[in-house]
């Protein structure tokens, strides 16, 4: 049985049913993310804060984003850092080609029939700097998501999962904020010759988005002990995974 299982394509790359589930969430949060910054939104609160006022202003990745670190932590917490770590590697390069396809199909000539050509590459067509921030801004952040999740867990000896969902995400949710307002309307547009957003706009931008990002992570904590207790679950009661 064994050698029939090291030869068998069936059997040789057995792969979870839930781990594919969270890696396919995760790469779809991705690539929505970047296809979706473009637009900027505006909450209304019933309250005015310092630096928002009473809206909250964001862009609109901020609410796919938000679920590839609901993703990134359960895949962590359930298969181990490496895992974690060739996922996120995995959704950079599906973001490049993301990017190779938009633009690609962009670039080519449009039918009579098609919708118009500038309105399609100004929807989809991500400006160089929305692409610069986000991807850095992604690097930086969902690595950084991984490493402190294992951190806490090993200072924690493996309790307190709530502890390192949202300390892992609040911290990786700012770095990624800062990254991504900063180099995406502020630092990119100075470096290309364009007007850079004024200080109060980055500043209410960035609040706004943190805050949101931050909300999320709190609420997602009941789902991601609901998906980790119900995949071990399913390990001890003999259910079969993809692959089996």
């Known amino acids: 049985m064994s050698s029939r299982r090291a030869t068998d394509p069936d059997h040789a790359l057995a792969v979870p049913l ?10 779809t949060a991705l690539v929505t993310a970047q296809l979706t910054a473009s637009k ?29 670190f609901f993703a990134s932590d359960c895949v962590a917490e359930l ?19 993301l990017l190779a396809l938009v633009w690609s199909t962009i670039l ?4 009579p029939t098609s919708v118009p050509a500038d309105q399609f590459a100004t929807v989809l067509g991500a400006s160089t700097n929305i692409v ?12 950084w998501d991984v490493l402190v999740f294992h951190r806490l867990r090993e200072a924690t000896g493996g309790e307190a999962l709530w502890l390192r969902n949202v300390g892992s995400t609040a911290t ?6 800062v990254i991504f307002v900063g180099v ?4 990119a547009p100075t470096v290309l010759g364009g ?45 079969p995974t993809l692959g089996d």
């Open 172 to 177: 990786s949710q700012l770095l990624d904020t």
């Open 40 to 68: 900027v939104l505006q909450f209304a609160l019933p309250v005015a804060l310092p630096v928002t006022g009473d809206a909250l202003v964001l862009p609109g990745a901020a609410l796919a984003y938000a679920l590839t």
């Open 132 to 143: 610069a921030g986000s991807l850095l801004a992604y690097l930086v952040s969902q690595n």
């Open 79 to 97: 298969y181990g850092k490496r895992t974690a770590q060739a996922m996120v590697n995995v959704g950079f390069v599906m973001n490049l080609v």
């Open 195 to 239: 007007d850079p957003l004024p200080g109060a706009v980055l500043a209410s931008l960035a609040v706004g988005q943190y805050l949101l990002k931050l909300a999320i992570a709190v609420a997602d904590t009941p789902f991601v002990y609901a998906v980790v207790g119900t995949v071990r679950g399913r390990r001890t009661d003999g259910t």
């Open 18 to 27: 839930a781990a594919l589930a969270l890696v396919a969430l995760f790469v």
């Open 108 to 111: 080519a000539p449009a039918a």
């Open 184 to 187: 995406a309307f502020w630092a």
